[in-house]
């Protein structure tokens, strides 16, 4: 069961780069890593997935290591509508229940 | 579509009551998921249904039983709660188990138990 550790809140202002890093170091060769988005009393929104490298999409980028112990969340410019809790996800279900959320990094987005 | 529906949005319950949540989803996915979660804490696997077999969490209490009807639906029928069991409880589901493909959730059903 690959645990995965945030830190707990960070602060941004409008406009910069934000980076969020997750440690998981037992990850399994199966395993992939996603990162969601949550808004109160919303459910979670997916925003990335990556395995191994770099992924980009319209959102956020994803930078993963060699080693896969550890992966980054990059969101650019970020806006006031960013505040959230955003989720780092690691895990691979097949026959055991290993799918775990981590405890979460509440960013919070300043004017 | 990629929406993820359930009912209902809120509901009040009594320890005594039975009551179901229902989860439906139309995007052709085989994985279906209930999750669990209280304020400030992150979502809480409880259930998982892949290819329409279902995985136990094994620290859910049997007050809480899942049912998958179809592989659009998901129930999670409720009895006998207690007032911790008060949360938001969320389903989800993706396109498999795998963990290789991104989970869609619902909205979420909010549960007070009196």
């Known amino acids: 069961l690959a645990k995965t550790t945030q830190p707990i809140s960070m602060d941004s202002y409008e406009g910069q780069e934000v980076n969020i890093t997750c440690s998981h170091n037992n990850i399994a060769t199966n395993d992939y890593i996603t990162w969601y988005q949550q808004f109160p009393s919303q459910g979670p929104r997916f925003i990335i997935q990556?395995?191994?490298t770099k992924v980009t999409n319209e959102v956020a980028s994803l930078f993963i290591p060699a080693d896969r112990k550890s992966s980054t969340l990059s969101l650019p410019r970020v806006s006031l509508s960013d505040t959230a809790v955003y989720y780092c996800?690691?895990?691979?279900?097949?026959?055991?229940?290993?799918?775990?959320f981590g405890a979460g990094t509440r960013l919070t987005v300043k004017p | 579509d990629t929406e993820v529906t359930q009912t209902p949005k809120h509901l009040v319950m009594g320890m005594t009551n039975k009551k179901s949540l229902k989860c439906e989803q139309h995007?052709?996915?085989?994985?279906m998921y209930w999750y669990k979660q209280k304020a400030k804490k992150p979502p809480e696997l409880m259930f998982v249904?892949?290819?329409?077999?279902?995985?136990i969490n094994e620290s859910v209490p049997s007050r809480f039983s899942p049912e998958c009807p179809n592989s659009s639906l998901l129930n999670l029928h409720l009895h006998a709660l207690q007032p911790e069991d008060s949360a938001l409880y969320l389903c989800?589901?993706?396109?498999?188990?795998?963990?290789?493909?991104?989970?869609?959730f619902g909205p979420g059903t909010r549960l007070t138990v009196t």
């Open positions: 996800l690691v895990g691979a279900f097949y026959n055991n229940n290993d799918m775990r």
């Open positions: 995007m052709g996915h085989r994985a």
């Open positions: 249904y892949s290819y329409e077999k279902l995985s």
């Open positions: 989800a589901s993706s396109q498999d188990g795998t963990g290789r493909y991104e989970q869609y």
């Open positions: 990556g395995y191994k």
